[in-house]
């Protein structure tokens, strides 16, 4: 069955940085679009940024732009998001999506991940 994990999750103090790994099994990975969303605590999940299937297309929420950047390598299955100078408010509980878009940036996610913690200290 499809499987999406999430790593890389943590601690860390504002102005600081983490990445974020999603590992995808169960699906031909390079045919999917993926993304990532956030969920803080009282909050609905909200989109942080997308990736199309060739890493050729990217798209972010405009609170991340300039300080997210997402990527993939298809030969590993994997998506990452780089998350530079973080704020408090970015602390979330992160997760990572697959699904197919017929119309770029819009994407129809099939498959979820379990959730990786960010905790960012002010």
């Known amino acids: 069955q499809v499987q999406l994990v999430e790593s890389g999750g943590g601690l860390v103090q504002a102005g600081g940085s983490l990445r974020l790994s999603c590992a995808a099994s169960?699906?031909?990975?390079?045919?999917?679009?993926m993304g990532w969303f956030s969920q803080a605590p009282g909050k609905e999940r909200e989109f942080v940024s997308a990736i199309s299937w060739s890493g050729g297309s990217t798209y972010y929420a405009d609170s991340m732009k300039g300080r997210f950047a997402i990527s993939r390598d298809n030969a590993k299955n994997t998506v990452y998001l780089q998350m530079n100078s973080l704020k408090p408010e970015d602390t979330a509980v992160y997760y990572c999506a697959g699904g197919t878009s017929s119309s770029w940036p819009v994407v129809k996610y099939d498959y979820w991940g379990q959730g990786t913690q960010v905790t960012v200290s002010s």
């Open positions: 169960g699906l031909t990975f390079s045919n999917y679009a």
